[in-house]
């Protein structure tokens, strides 16, 4: 497929986009958050099955597959114990895939996890001695999973069963090479698929402070990454461009569009669980590009938000308005004095619901990522709505500009995303004015300074950082300070003097308090024996 753009027009004009998606200040009451972190009222309050970030790319080691991370259960502080963070085992986790342009999903790839526990009465432990590897007998409490898939809306057929989970990670001690706890949950399927869950190193990167009157209202609170030293649950598959694309054609048809769902009962009692794939179920959480109902739906749209679904989008004229008239650009004129772009949006409204191309008669002159783009789609059955679009064609780029398609790399976000993309400082940009003139403004020239993961993501699959061990207070010190990136592949034996804020001092103190915390409990035991044989 011919690929037209004309690259001044189109990096300002795609810049412009994530000005719905990074509406960055709170629209109304709850808690803040990153991304879709805890974004709406009712998903707050439930964790495990609240959808964060989504990521979509073609995969830079493989041609012709296509890589989607999707991650769940946010802001976890590695020291979380004892229950740390499983999967929930009586919700599904969805990824959906629209290559015609419907708004309807033409591929979906479902997961379901089941425990196996056995602590029992027996222990609190999660692990009762150093796990080595995920059949150590060691490791108390463990998840495996259901994959199963569905195209062109046929029913689901299962992929795997019983692939396990790379567990939480508990620590150094517990689990000295986590490294090959996370190459024995990674699995490679028929068909080529390749298949990760476990837990991972948040890969979402930023300055949260974006909520003080966005960083202070005078830039002087910035360059903190807020989610540095969290962890996530992720989920992460590769799939060769024939199973996405329409008519399993990715060269005549090489646009998809992405989204997350995450179901649970209707009713739900604590407690107790059945098959997850029966019964009435209902949508608790929906997740295209970011920040998109964290900050750009208004409050009392965010739950409704989460239980839609695409096809309705372009008929919601509350969601439609808050792109057409986007409110923090006004936001930063009265802060900063940085005149807001006139309105309406249009450029907004083309790159929101259809994707950027010249057949939705818009007014950006460029094809890039539309399912209109496809040569196979019918226009007439094809419906607005937002997700994440991505252009399989577009060739790997060598040396990827975090700015994405604002840094003129069209491979980066918001035509798909990957884990480096930095979407706040293209936000921000697009914000106050680089959308109409193609040019960054210098007053905002270095962002929420914040320009990469603390972690450094892997070359390989499944390319998610793995999960941070030490506590996020510990981490530099207990000062938040940027401890320095850490590798995807790193070995996480090494990391026990390689990790900040664990050096050896650190690792020879959490020993020894193992081993009071164990005396203690031996001295407890002792003299409650004692205790009993003087009442018996």
Sequence with gaps: MRLTVRRNRVAAALAACVALAGGLYALGPGAAGASSHREAPLIAMD????????????????????????NW????????????????????????????????????????????????????????????????DNLLFRQTYTL?????????RTRATNVPVA????????????????????????????????????????????????????????????????????IVLEVPFKDVALRGDGQRNPVIGVWTTT??????ITGRTGDPR?????????????????????????????????????????????????EVPKLIEAIYGIPAPATPRNDLVEIFLTGITTKADGPIEADLNSQLNNADVDPARFRPAEMLRLNLSVPVTADPNRLGVLGGDLQGFPNGRRLTDDVVDIELQALVGAAQ???????????????????????????????NAAGVNTVGGGTGADPGPRTADASPASAATDDPGMSTGDMMTVVGSSLAGGLGLLFFAGWWMRRRNRTT
């Design 278 to 326: 029966t019964g009435d179920r209902v949508q608790v959480s929906r997740l295209g590009n970011p920040l998109v109902n964290e900050v750009v739906t208004p409050a009392g749209l965010k739950d409704a938000f989460n239980a839609s679904k695409p096809e309705g989008d372009a008929k919601i004229p509350q969601l439609v308005k808050r792109v057409t008239e986007p």
């Design 263 to 268: 179901e649970r009962p209707r009713v739900r």
């Design 148 to 156: 199963e898939s569905s195209f062109n809306g046929e029913g689901f």
């Design 437 to 467: 003139t193609g040019q960054l403004v210098d007053a905002l020239a270095t962002g929420d300074g914040v320009d990469a993961n603390e972690n450094t993501f892997g070359d390989t699959f499944p390319y998610v950082a793995l999960p």
């Design 47 to 70: 964790p495990a099955v609240d959808a964060t970030d989504l990521y979509a790319f073609v995969s830079p080691d493989r041609p012709g597959y296509v890589t989607f991370v999707a």
């Design 73 to 136: 259960v946010p802001f976890q502080e590695p020291n979380g114990g004892p229950n740390f963070y499983p999967f929930a085992t009586d919700a599904t986790y969805m990824i959906n895939v629209d290559n015609d342009g419907d708004a309807k999903p033409d591929a979906r790839f479902r997961w379901t996890f089941k425990n196996t526990d056995k602590r029992g009465n027996d222990t609190f432990l999660y692990n009762n001695g150093p796990v080595t590897s995920l059949d150590d």
């Design 167 to 234: 567990p939480s990670r508990v620590g150094n001690a517990s689990m000295p090479d986590y490294g090959t706890l996370r190459d024995q949950a990674t699995k490679k399927l028929p068909g080529g698929w390749r298949v990760f869950a476990g837990q991972a190193d948040d890969p979402f990167f930023l300055d949260l402070r974006v909520f003080d009157l966005l960083y202070g209202g005078d830039l002087s609170e910035t360059g903190q990454d807020t989610l540095a030293g969290y962890n996530v649950n992720s």
